[in-house]
């Protein structure tokens, strides 16, 4: 999985835009103005940040060596999954669904209606 085919997954889900006009130079995908997926540099290695439940993020740090707490972000709440080639794809998809989920979740009725969920 490379990390232009993460993007392009990313920005096919509805209301996706992207913003590079952060303090850390990363590729932001947000919904609704909040980031769900980050893209980044991770010692060398290309990588992507996703939202999660405090729960699920230290089960998959424990599960996944590639998974990795969130660089530069709240770390109870991110990942970073370093795209090392040991995740399977299907789980990537796994995870940016659920981390695009918790933020439409977490946003105004208004906004979900208008991005249609």
């Known amino acids: 999985?490379?990390?232009a085919e993460l993007l392009?997954?990313?920005m096919g889900k509805p209301?996706?835009?992207q913003s590079t006009q952060?303090?850390?130079g990363a590729n932001q995908i947000k919904v609704g103005g909040v980031m769900f997926a980050m893209f980044c540099d991770c010692q060398g290695h290309e990588a992507v940040s996703l939202k999660t439940s405090t729960g699920m993020a230290g089960k998959l740090r424990a599960e996944h060596t590639c998974i990795l707490p969130g660089k530069n972000l709240?770390?109870?709440h991110w990942n970073t999954v370093v795209l090392d080639g040991t995740l399977p794809d299907s789980q990537f998809y796994s995870?940016?669904?659920s981390s695009y989920q918790t933020v439409i979740s977490g946003l105004e009725?208004?906004?979900r209606q208008e991005i249609g969920n």
């Open 22 to 24: 952060n303090q850390h």
């Open 8 to 10: 392009d997954y990313c």
């Open 74 to 76: 709240n770390k109870a």
């Open 15 to 17: 209301g996706a835009e």
């Open 109 to 111: 009725e208004h906004l």
């Open 1 to 3: 999985m490379t990390s």
């Open 95 to 97: 995870l940016i669904d």
